[in-house]
């Protein structure tokens, strides 16, 4: 099993930043895919940062340029750093791993951070 522990969300006003940190753990961790997605209230839950184990980073055009993404193998984190925010990346930050545990992958979620973002 992989648990994972999301902070750094709140309240900002727009164009001021923010930094979400997700912490995975468990045993034998071995994480070929740790991502952030955003869900706005009543819409689906969408790729912001996606990071393999070898660091090839996926952003998509969207939030390219505001967002970036650092992953650290040794601390099996993932931090988001997001930049001038409008109030249109308000909602959800849901912390995403898939984990390879012996001969099978699996996905987690965690419980997500609440992001709002204040015209």
């Known amino acids: 099993q992989v648990q994972l522990a999301e902070s750094g969300g709140g309240l900002v006003q727009a164009g001021e930043s923010l930094t979400l940190s997700c912490t995975a753990t468990g045993v034998l961790l071995d994480l070929p895919i740790m991502a952030w997605y955003h869900q706005g209230a009543g819409k689906k839950r969408d790729l912001v940062a996606a990071v393999d184990n070898g660091g090839d980073t996926n952003i998509p055009d969207s939030v390219k340029g505001r967002f970036t993404v650092h992953r650290d193998n040794a601390k099996h984190t993932l931090d988001l750093r997001m930049n001038a925010l409008k109030p249109e990346d308000s909602g959800v930050y849901y912390c995403?791993?898939?984990?390879?545990?012996?001969?099978?992958?699996?996905?987690?979620w965690g419980q997500g951070t609440q992001v709002t973002v204040a015209s």
């Open positions: 995403f791993a898939r984990a390879k545990i012996l001969m099978s992958e699996n996905n987690y």
